[in-house]
């Protein structure tokens, strides 16, 4: 079965950029949502179509992806987006995530 | 805006079937998209179950396929999940959400999502 990996924890100071990655086989070929969950809270889409945002999400939030790896990358973070985050992709018919990585903004 | 409310019982003893609907408010379902499960047990990822459309279509998890049973009620505007021969590794937050219908499967994601609805297997 397919499989994303992502690493388990990120830290970033407030104001720098943080980046996320996403890793799966050829996953470049498919195409990579993203998903902030915060403590208590449902999953919110922040990042689909690789690079696309939904209306509301600060444009501090961007996506990429290219070859094995997809890469959510946060500019100037700030406090509130201390979270988990998930990415997601389609393998066939099936809907895939990846097992979260828990930034820190220290 | 679209709401999804999941309701069922918060427990539920091994073996049995564990039944969850998720109500949706501000869409009509027989308008299109898909309506999809989500579980995540506590402290870990989240895990897809599966997936119907309005015609009732579904597709699931491979890794559960056999145990789920998901169904729509348009008339009531709601989607319904049944997975059955539960144990402990079931107990989770499942989550009901709604997500695109793009021809191309790949270019799909979950845009609403319900505030998900802890279901615990236990004697």
């Known amino acids: 079965s397919y499989e994303l990996t992502q690493p388990p924890s990120v830290s970033v100071s407030p104001g720098q950029t943080a980046s996320i990655t996403c890793s799966g086989d050829?996953?470049?070929?498919?195409?990579a949502s993203w998903y902030q969950q915060k403590p208590g809270q449902s999953p919110m889409l922040v990042i689909y179509q690789d690079t696309k945002r939904p209306s509301g999400i600060p444009e501090r939030f961007s996506g990429s992806n290219s070859g094995n790896t997809a890469t959510l990358t946060i500019g100037g973070t700030q406090a509130m987006d201390e979270a988990d985050y998930y990415c997601q992709a389609w393998d066939s018919s099936t809907v895939v995530f990846g097992g979260g990585t828990k930034l820190t903004v220290l | 805006q679209v709401q999804l409310q999941e309701s069922g019982p918060g427990l539920v003893k091994p073996s049995e079937t564990l039944s969850l609907t998720c109500a949706v408010s501000?869409?009509?379902?027989?308008?299109?998209?898909?309506w999809g499960w989500i579980r995540q047990p506590p402290g870990k990822g989240l895990e897809w179950i599966g997936s119907?459309?309005?015609?009732?279509?579904?597709y699931d998890n491979p890794s559960l396929k056999s145990r789920v049973t998901i169904s729509v009620d348009t008339s009531k505007n709601q989607f319904s999940l049944k997975l059955s021969s539960v144990t402990a590794i079931d107990t989770a937050v499942y989550y009901c959400a709604r997500h695109t219908a793009h021809t191309t499967v790949a270019t799909r994601y979950f845009d609403f999502w319900g505030r998900g609805t802890l279901v615990t297997v236990s004697s």
């Open positions: 119907i459309f309005q015609s009732g279509s579904t």
């Open positions: 050829k996953l470049g070929d498919k195409y």
């Open positions: 501000g869409y009509s379902i027989s308008s299109g998209y898909y």
